[in-house]
């Protein structure tokens, strides 16, 4: 009998350790299901943005989408956010003849002290020459990438050069190497932090010289032939090509829809500027999210209170 209990007790005994490890393990991938589903959880707008604290500007578009102004997001919140994503976000520069000497070197070196600080990030400078390659330094979690750039003799607008060859280098690799991707012209220079809260899937710049400005003076294309056209009455803001971002798709997709603009009005007899094809892109498809003019600031303008804290100094040079 006394025998028959102990093995009764044994095998009790060894089951109870079964139990407890089989718990362990359903914990553990309980913990694990939760983790992956905070990290996939989306994001609400409420959760980091609040219009209210500037009610000296406009915060929120017709449509609903948010216009980052200094004081209305919580960065905090966007980092516990995003730090779990472990996001790579890439940053296109096209850089080529005198712009190179002027403005590369200032452009990366402030780049790297305040884009996406915290984050992984990489430089996409696409040149014709790499000889004039200015000394980079970049801190933690940073890296850039050389692109030749591919001149065709049929086209000699710089704008139209560097689109073609940032959609071929995006289709190649970009949109496999990052989550998310700014084009910026290199006559800027940053300022302060160029931070979370400017991403999302399709970002406009808005243009500080006619933010402050009747809709009606903006400088749309108004010729009707023109594949950039906007009538008069019909606009929602003026955007500087200057800043474009979004994920690689959107970036991508602006980039087919400004190739075709451009060739079916070369058809036609016409020319129009790169920001031309911009505005009316962003006109039918609605930017996700506006920056504003505190992201892109022209320093020979005079800074209006409503300007808290300049992020790009936009030096107004032709590219």
């Not at 790579?88 to 712009?99: D, N, Q, R």
Request: proline share 5%; with cysteine.
């Amino acid at each position: 009998m006394n025998s028959k209990w102990k093995m009764l007790l044994l095998t009790s005994f060894a089951l109870l350790l079964m139990l407890i490890k089989h718990r362990s393990r359903i914990k553990n991938h309980l913990e694990k299901i939760d983790l992956c589903w905070e990290n996939e959880k989306e994001l609400r707008l409420s959760d980091w943005f609040n219009p209210k604290k500037r009610p000296d500007v406009k915060t929120t578009t017709d449509w609903f989408a948010p216009i980052i102004w200094e004081g209305t997001y919580n960065r905090q919140v966007l980092e516990k956010y995003y730090k779990r994503l472990n996001i790579t976000i890439g940053l296109a520069v096209f850089a080529t003849g005198k712009f190179v000497d002027q403005y590369l070197e200032k452009f990366l070196q402030s780049a790297n002290k305040h884009f996406m600080i915290g984050y992984n990030v990489i430089f996409y400078i696409l040149m014709d020459d790499f000889s004039k390659l200015p000394p980079i330094e970049l801190g933690p979690l940073r890296t850039f990438k050389l692109c030749t750039v591919l001149k065709q003799h049929v086209w000699k607008d710089f704008n139209y050069i560097y689109m073609k060859n940032l959609d071929t280098y995006i289709i190649e690799h970009i949109q496999h190497e990052v989550d998310f991707l700014f084009s910026m012209t290199v006559n800027q220079i940053f300022k302060n932090d160029f931070g979370v809260e400017t991403l999302g899937e399709s970002v406009a710049q808005l243009h500080a010289w006619w933010y402050f400005r009747h809709a009606e003076d903006f400088p749309y294309e108004r010729r009707p032939k023109s594949a950039a056209f906007i009538p008069f009455g019909e606009g929602d803001f003026y955007y500087q090509s200057a800043v474009f971002g979004g994920t690689p798709r959107e970036v991508l997709a602006f980039i087919k829809e400004y190739q075709k603009g451009v060739t079916s009005d070369n058809r036609n007899g016409l020319k129009s500027i790169y920001e031309h094809y911009l505005n009316k892109y962003l006109f039918i498809n609605k930017p996700t999210k506006l920056l504003s003019p505190e992201y892109n600031w022209d320093p020979n303008f005079r800074t209006p209170p409503q300007i808290k804290h300049v992020k790009i100094a936009w030096h107004s040079k032709s590219i």
